[in-house]
């Protein structure tokens, strides 16, 4: 419940939010200390016209950078997820349900993709990408490379969970039954089963948007994320650690490490909830 | 004019690898209440920048330097660490050497083993230096010519020794000699441009006149390496000594111990000092640990050279009793952006100089680290560490700081672009510097209505495949191309050649980024090379030529790069030579 009311406020907060707060790139030189390049004042600078205080070296404002990387961080994690889901549900349920040969090449498949160096391949695949691509450009071909990254690559977990519960649906006797009236492949996986797999899928979709949240963080945070100066959780705290600003201004770092961590629990207390509330024998 | 190309980019390259480190240390300070306690408040900050700290002779104790991350090599031969460079003064004297001496004047050569600085012939080809008599290896066996024409010979075979520079390839009359490790011929001398007529004579043969060719020999490449003791790639586990000091101990990349040289003398090198009576070096040190134990003069200098981590800046900076301690050393290296002459609209020379003017340099020093570990705002080309540097400044870099909004936007009218201009700026971003300064400039620039694309690539390739391309340059519109540039000596020559010499544009590796080709600026170059003239008529080009770059408005200075250095108060005799920008580790003793 908690954690439902926060993602409630996180998406308010970047839907509503970037139209709120003062312009994430405008500079306040004037808010730092020359010499240490550091914000003035104590706790990162914060004051009332900077509420989270701003960023060492350019004098940024905090709170609209935080605002503004939660609109990205949420999007590239709510689409990635949406994308495995998508792959994840239509291999699982074919692989489950048809068994065979079909169930081993599909189950071999997702092993391959979780055998995959998976943070090796996307630092790669993005350092090689060019501007633009696709028709895309900048910021847009970034977003849409991260989605596919992450999304591609997270679909198997969520395939094996959808697998696992066809193969126990399948041989139910409401199956037999749909069967014994004359009901096709087609109509009894996505009639029959997946109706029934509603629960796990919800339940594992809100598990798995943390953890790809944290992924986008974490290529941000290794330099293969959004351009600057577009904020970005990830690359704050990377800027934090490999410029040695956690010694200096400490707030620099705990504010984008707080915002990722709200945002992590909140989805995971979300989905452990709501798999208790689908899923009685759990309690 | 012979173009040392390859060489050269390896030593942006290397040199620019180097300042990783620093780049990766940061800007940074102390607790909010000694905010306004400034350097400036401390009179003996910097000491070791202008003068000797604790002046000495007296003996014995144990040096001890701390280093980072591992050299490249201990080899003479095949080191391009300008760390590397200071230290092996210690054990390999070239034949000629810097002035030990703090200031201008440790960027003077010196003789090294030869008894002078060389001789060239009236047609600028030939080089001669003539070696001290009674010179010896730390075994006792003399020190002949063809252990030096060993020494540059054994560095042209790069598949055995890959680091070093590579000079003497390009400039010498014999590029495709392979090396003594595949030379056939006999007693392994097969060089033919490097002769020795007489046991104490060592002669240069060169393609083209090059008149800074002293300061070529004076890279630790030509330190005698005996034949009979070369091991190769083995050789920096226990380079033969012809300095102060001898390898008593190396385990690789861990640590190494150097003891006295018993077979040296003061004549040998009157540059370096044999004060301390054992010299230690620890490897592979947690860079913050360093900083730590300096502090607690557990380790007298490190070694890497770069200056302290910020943890350890911002609590020097803000305490006067560690300040003292402490030197802001100028590096010898220019933070600058290019500006290229060949994108739209920046071919009009109004564009340029909109850009020179509206830059917040201030925003741009603090991105790169702020007035202590970052550097000085530039005005010019040539930083102050070099020979031919002339303080100007043409678009009020140092008066207007903050940039001059009001000139920018009337050259923005004369270049026919009153409202500002699109165009992309690439920059490295594994560099957390350069990222904060790319977007710092993009932010000034936007103040008169330049719109800048940032473009990250990675360093690796950013001078083969993406601002040192200039067809990749061009396709992308990158107008605007961050940079950061050391030379591998302190003169004109050495710093402004590779950068704007017209005759230097390459379609890769191209290190003229800006794709400057001035006549006025070649003709100077051209100049220079005349083997007729004299030093001082050379070393009065060069400011000719940095402020006719200026006004071609083709680099955007930014910084001279600095670094905040920390001293053991124990250590003798220390000071920045300014050719390293680093201490001077050949003169080093301590005090007990």
Not at chain 1, 100 to 118: K, T
Not at chain 2, 187 to 204: A, E, I, K
Not at chain 2, 479 to 489: L, Q, R, T, V
Not at chain 2, 550 to 578: C, F, H, W
């Amino acid at each position: 419940m908690a954690g439902g009311m926060l993602i409630v406020f996180l998406v308010l907060m970047a839907i509503i939010g970037p139209h709120v707060v003062q312009n994430p790139d405008t500079y306040n030189s004037n808010l730092i200390n020359p010499t240490f390049s550091r914000p003035n004042g104590p706790w990162g600078g914060i004051s009332l016209a900077h509420p989270l205080g701003v960023e060492p070296v350019t004098g940024r404002d905090m709170l609209a950078r935080i605002v503004v990387g939660a609109q990205y961080s949420l999007l590239i994690g709510f689409l990635a997820t949406v994308l495995a889901v998508v792959i994840g549900v239509f291999f699982g349920i074919i692989a489950g349900y048809f068994g065979g040969w079909v169930d081993v090449l599909i189950a071999r498949a997702m092993d391959v993709f979780l055998a995959f160096p998976l943070l090796v391949f996307a630092i790669a695949l993005i350092g090689v990408i060019p501007d633009s691509a696709w028709g895309l450009s900048g910021n847009t071909l970034r977003v849409f490379l991260l989605v596919f990254v992450i999304g591609f690559f997270a679909w198997p977990y969520m395939g094996r969970i959808v697998r696992g519960q066809v193969l126990s649906l399948r041989e139910r006797e409401f199956v037999d039954a749909a069967r014994s009236i004359g009901g096709r492949g087609p109509y009894i996986l996505f009639h029959e089963l997946l109706p029934n797999l509603v629960a796990p899928i919800l339940v594992y979709s809100t598990l798995l948007i943390p953890t790809n949240i944290l992924f986008e963080a974490a290529l941000d945070y290794l330099g293969v994320g959004l351009i600057p100066p577009t904020p970005s959780w990830g690359q704050m705290l990377s800027n934090a650690v490999t410029n040695g600003f956690y010694y200096i201004d400490p707030m620099y770092m705990v504010i984008p490490g707080l915002a990722i961590f709200i945002a992590v629990m909140a989805f995971n207390l979300f989905g452990d909830g709501l798999r208790d509330a689908l899923d009685p024998r759990t309690r | 004019m012979t173009k040392p190309r390859k060489l050269a980019i390896a030593a942006c390259a290397v040199l620019t690898g180097l300042t990783l480190a620093a780049c990766a240390s940061a800007s940074g300070s102390g607790s909010s209440n000694t905010a306004d306690v400034g350097p400036n408040s401390n009179v003996s900050f910097s000491a070791g920048v202008t003068g000797v700290v604790n002046p000495s002779s007296a003996q014995g104790g144990t040096l001890t330097f701390a280093e980072n991350s591992t050299p490249d090599s201990f080899d003479p031969g095949n080191t391009y660490y300008s760390w590397v460079w200071d230290f092996s003064r210690l054990y390999a004297t070239p034949l000629v050497t810097y002035k030990s001496c703090p200031g201008s004047c440790g960027l003077q050569l010196a003789p090294g083993i030869a008894t002078g600085l060389g001789q060239v012939s009236d047609n600028g080809l030939v080089w001669t230096y003539h070696l001290k008599h009674g010179l010896k290896f730390e075994d006792g066996t003399p020190v002949s010519a063809e252990d030096v024409k060993y020494a540059v010979e054994r560095t042209y075979d790069k598949s055995v020794l890959p680091n070093g520079p590579t000079y003497f390839q390009t400039l010498l009359a014999d590029p495709s000699y392979p090396g003594p490790y595949q030379d056939r011929s006999k007693n392994l001398m097969g060089l033919t441009s490097v002769t020795t007529p007489d046991p104490y004579t060592v002669q240069f043969h060169l393609q083209q006149p090059f008149p800074d060719f002293n300061y070529v020999v004076a890279l630790p490449q030509t330190a005698p390496v005996p034949p009979d003791r070369d091991t190769g790639a083995n050789y920096q586990l226990h380079p033969i000594s012809t300095g102060p000091y001898m390898f008593q101990s190396y385990q690789l990349n861990s640590q190494a111990t150097l003891v006295r040289n018993p077979n040296w003398t003061p004549n040998e090198d009157p540059e370096a000092k044999q004060l301390a009576s054992k010299v230690v070096i620890k490897l592979n040190v947690n860079a913050d640990d360093i900083d730590n134990r300096l502090m607690a003069g557990d380790i007298d200098i490190d070694a890497g050279g770069t200056g302290v981590q910020a943890a350890a800046q911002a609590e020097i900076l803000s305490n006067p009793s560690l300040m003292k301690y402490s030197d802001d050393a100028l590096t010898g290296f220019l933070w600058f952006a290019y500006i290229d002459t060949k994108v739209a609209p920046l071919t009009n020379v109004a564009c340029r100089e909109a850009i020179e003017y509206a830059a917040d340099k201030t925003d741009q020093q603090t991105a790169y680290g702020g007035p202590y570990a970052g550097g000085a705002i530039a005005s010019t080309v040539l930083p102050p560490t070099i020979i031919g540097y002339q303080k100007t400044d043409p678009y009020d870099a140092l008066t207007q700081p903050n940039g001059d909004l009001a000139a920018a936007k009337s050259e923005l009218a004369a270049c026919g672009q009153p409202n500002g201009f699109t165009v992309g700026l690439a920059y490295r971003s594994d560099r957390p510097r350069e990222v904060q300064a790319a977007q710092s400039l993009q932010a000034a620039l936007a103040r008169v209505g330049i719109d800048v694309q940032l473009h990250g690539y990675p360093s690796g390739t950013y001078y083969t495949d993406f601002a040192g391309s200039p067809d990749y340059v061009h396709q992308h519109d990158l107008g605007i191309d961050m940079g950061g540039w050391g030379a591998d000596w302190p003169d004109g020559y050495g710093f402004l050649d590779e950068l704007t010499n017209g005759n230097t544009i390459a379609p890769s590796g191209n290190t003229n980024i800006e794709e400057l080709n001035d006549p006025v600026v070649n003709r100077m170059f051209a100049k220079a090379t005349n083997p007729a003239l004299t030093e001082a008529q050379e070393t009065a080009i060069w400011p000719q030529i940095d402020q006719q770059v200026m006004k071609d408005a083709v680099i955007l200075p930014e910084v001279y790069g600095k670094s905040l250095l920390y001293r053991n108060p124990a250590v003798t005799n220390v000071y920045v030579q300014s050719y390293f920008g680093m201490y001077n580790y050949a003169v080093l003793g301590v005090s007990s």
